[in-house]
């Protein structure tokens, strides 16, 4: 017995600390029915942009959109969404207002995929999954039913839904939710990246230890080229539990810097 016990210590510290915290090493949870345990409260560890004091577990009242830590960082990056060429003058356009334009700024909702992964995630038998956002724009929900592959008539003959008509299905341990009837009203980023309403939003699921990754693709032929997939979130399970936010007030910040300012070198 103390031959394995020193065994089992001398393996342990030959691991390094950090794998030994890495909360996606641990166990993958699962279900009765064999899909991985989704439920829980997730903390966003990183990711792109979101609207207005919308990461859970890293909440800033104070931040200002002109101010977002990341701007000329994201700006830079080679994942841009594809417009098509006769475009891309509208989007510089639509960013230099941005807070003219953006709903983000007029207590509106974000809309999909621009919420990001979600903050918690309540999954029981013989109910749609539902997904909780802790926003400043105010908390939202979304409804994910997973026994069909049917979008709602209804919903789709309605249309112009800020998080639009999901629905789910699993893929091995992933679960992909597919999300269409969009309005046109909503931005995908704070850079002018405005959509139609043709827009398809897919998003990929999965449970790591306890991690959620999570992946949008946005199709969308009345404005891009080809599809898009964002760069992808890691959270993080945590413990602190979504809150009531104070109801949204619409704010001109009469400093707001321009898109050419916010990423100037």
Same mark, same amino acid.
């Given at each position: 017995?103390?031959?394995?016990?020193?065994?089992?210590?001398?393996?342990?510290?030959?691991?390094?600390?950090?794998?030994?915290?890495?909360?996606?090493?641990?166990?993958?949870?699962?279900?009765?029915?064999?899909?991985?345990?989704?439920?829980?409260?997730?903390?966003?560890?990183?990711?792109?942009?979101?609207?207005?004091?919308?990461?859970?577990?890293?909440?800033?009242?104070?931040?200002?959109?002109?101010?977002?830590?990341?701007?000329?960082?994201?700006?830079?990056?080679?994942?841009?969404?594809?417009?098509?060429?006769?475009?891309?003058?509208?989007?510089?356009?639509?960013?230099?207002?941005?807070?003219?334009?953006?709903?983000?700024?007029?207590?509106?909702?974000?809309?999909?995929?621009?919420?990001?992964?979600?903050?918690?995630?309540?999954?029981?038998?013989?109910?749609?999954?539902?997904?909780?956002?802790?926003?400043?724009?105010?908390?939202?929900?979304?409804?994910?039913?997973?026994?069909?592959?049917?979008?709602?008539?209804?919903?789709?003959?309605?249309?112009?839904?800020?998080?639009?008509?999901?629905?789910?299905?699993?893929?091995?341990?992933?679960? /992909?939710?597919?999300?269409?009837?969009?309005?046109?009203?909503?931005?995908?980023?704070?850079?002018?990246?405005?959509?139609?309403?043709?827009?398809? /939003?897919?998003?990929?699921?999965?449970?790591?230890?306890?991690?959620?990754?999570?992946?949008?693709?946005?199709?969308?032929?009345?404005?891009?080229?080809?599809?898009?997939?964002?760069?992808?979130?890691?959270?993080?399970?945590?413990?602190?539990?979504?809150?009531?936010?104070?109801?949204?007030?619409?704010?001109?910040?009469?400093?707001?810097?321009?898109?050419?300012?916010?990423?100037?070198?």
């Amino acid at each position: 017995m103390k031959l394995i016990a020193v065994c089992a210590l001398a393996i342990l510290a030959a691991v390094p600390a950090a794998a030994q915290d890495d909360p996606a090493k641990k166990p993958t949870p699962k279900l009765a029915d064999g899909h991985p345990d989704l439920n829980g409260y997730w903390a966003i560890g990183r990711g792109p942009d979101t609207p207005v004091n919308s990461e859970f577990g890293q909440r800033n009242a104070f931040i200002k959109r002109g101010d977002w830590r990341n701007a000329k960082e994201a700006y830079a990056d080679p994942n841009q969404p594809p417009y098509k060429p006769e475009l891309k003058a509208k989007v510089e356009d639509f960013a230099k207002q941005e807070s003219k334009l953006d709903t983000a700024f007029f207590c509106k909702p974000g809309g999909v995929p621009r919420v990001g992964p979600p903050h918690a995630i309540v999954q029981a038998p013989g109910m749609p999954i539902v997904f909780l956002y802790q926003l400043g724009a105010g908390n939202t929900f979304r409804q994910v039913p997973t026994d069909t592959r049917q979008h709602d008539d209804i919903a789709l003959s309605i249309g112009n839904m800020y998080n639009g008509d999901s629905i789910g299905r699993w893929e091995g341990n992933t679960l /992909v939710v597919e999300t269409i009837a969009f309005i046109d009203e909503t931005w995908i980023g704070i850079y002018g990246w405005f959509h139609s309403d043709k827009m398809k /939003v897919v998003e990929r699921i999965s449970r790591v230890g306890d991690t959620l990754r999570y992946q949008a693709t946005i199709e969308d032929p009345e404005v891009f080229t080809r599809p898009w997939t964002m760069n992808p979130w890691v959270s993080v399970k945590t413990s602190e539990r979504i809150i009531e936010n104070p109801p949204c007030v619409e704010t001109d910040f009469d400093n707001l810097t321009s898109l050419d300012e916010k990423t100037r070198h």
